[in-house]
């Protein structure tokens, strides 16, 4: 097992691309976390273990403070909307190689681009028209987020 | 190949058998090429969001490589009507 952990100390040492969150690696010493690669087995990959790692994880341009394009602060605002403040946010303005991964992970043209429970839901258009119909209040009781708009629905009718 | 709304509205109705299509340029907002597009097709029919919206993805995946910003609503002719009707 040794030589597979000094090899992927010296895979991080030489700075290999697509990694994006580097942490500092003490001489000597590798995390298994950090055999990130862009591998060619997708589920395995950076990028999958990324989506797994939180319920609700999106990728959009800039940041849920500052959000840089229409599209992506219309998914912002709408999880905010529904009271959904806990998710992981990642920029792809900051990284090309993830701009352009995370489009061929998902096989998906365009950003912003969510993902509940590691799974591709949509882009903008989707989330929206989820939001409309009332798909999303359900798709996230099943991730066990209660949706602020519940609430907001129930003080409707005690008026 | 200049993507323009006619090209657009063309290969969706021709490779999908869309029965109705819209298609707005709505690349003077945008920095870039972009498009917003209404498709309704009986094919929709029992689909799922997203499994519609990557029939379209797929349709135009050439044109997509070109397209920057691009919004799509996705309906079946019943859903249309029932909107037109609103």
Known sequence: MNHLFRLSAGLLRSGTAGLYRRRPVPEGHVSLVVARLFSSEPENSELGQLIKKDKVVVFIKGTPAQPMCGFSNAVVQILRMHGVDDYASYNVLEDQDLRQGVKNFSNWPTIPQVYFNGEFVGGCDILLQMHQNGDLVEELKKLGIHSALLDANKDEQKK | ?86
């Open chain 2, 1 to 86: 190949m200049s993507i323009t709304a006619e090209s657009l509205r063309n290969k969706l109705t021709a490779e999908m058998g869309a029965v109705h299509v819209e298609v707005e340029d709505t690349t003077t907002d945008h920095c870039s090429t972009s498009f917003k597009v209404l498709i309704v097709c009986p094919q929709f029919e029992g689909k799922p969001l997203l499994q519609r919206h990557r029939m379209v993805n797929t349709c135009l995946a050439e044109e997509l490589k070109e397209i920057h910003a691009f919004e799509q609503k996705t309906l079946t002719p019943e859903q249309w009507e029932k909107q037109k009707a609103e």
